[in-house]
């Protein structure tokens, strides 16, 4: 039978940004086995999953104690249970959309938040044409109330789908308000203040991370 809950270590180490990044992935798996009505699953079968090392899996968990017991695996419920918590994702988190355009309104409409913990309560957006229309269950408002909204509604995460020009003036308005963690999808990476967490999407740069593998460049 596998371990349940893990031994915290008294000085976790400071974790990387590239280990945080896949614990989303962890997650996603863990959920899908548990489906399955998979009970114990292995570093061997997470790596083939994640297409890494199981020794890279038992790398990334160590940064957070000690789970599972070697050559029996790991809990799945118990493993995700643990990430979860870990991640903040046993609660809700309140989001905001600041960009209406028709970027903002697919990630409006997109389904998929609710069941991972998040919930989208305010959209904004800087054109009056578009102000008090709804798309979905939310009313779009004007930045002006943003201030207001962002406290009464414990706004804490913002998503930003505004053109690259109104983007810094738009991240330091949420930071100005209190939200602490930003998603960005302008071209553009924005400056914030210490404390704050962004993260930029930017698709045409993946695109072109790719074509250098599809390209003939002799630079391989």
Sequence with gaps: MASSLPTQPPH????????IARLPQY???????????????????LGEKLQVTPAQIRKDLS????????????????????LR??????SYWNVAVVGVGRLGRAIISY????PDGFRLVAAFDANPAVIGDSVGDLKISPMDDLKD???????????????AEKTQEVVDLLTDCGVRAILNYAPITPQVPGGVRIRNIDPVI???SMTYYLSGSDNR
């Design 85 to 90: 918590q870990i991640l903040g994702l046993n």
């Design 27 to 45: 997650v996603r798996i863990l959920s899908r086995l548990l489906e399955d009505h998979v009970d114990v699953v292995s570093s061997q079968q």
């Design 206 to 208: 993946s695109l072109q």
């Design 111 to 114: 389904p998929g938040f609710t």
């Design 63 to 82: 940064y957070f104690g000690r789970f599972g017991k070697q050559g029996r695996g790991y809990s799945v419920n118990s493993l995700l249970e643990r």
């Design 149 to 163: 909204m962002v406290a009464r509604q414990q706004i804490s995460i913002a998503i930003v789908a505004v053109p």
């Design 12 to 19: 976790r180490p400071e974790v990387p940004e590239v280990v």
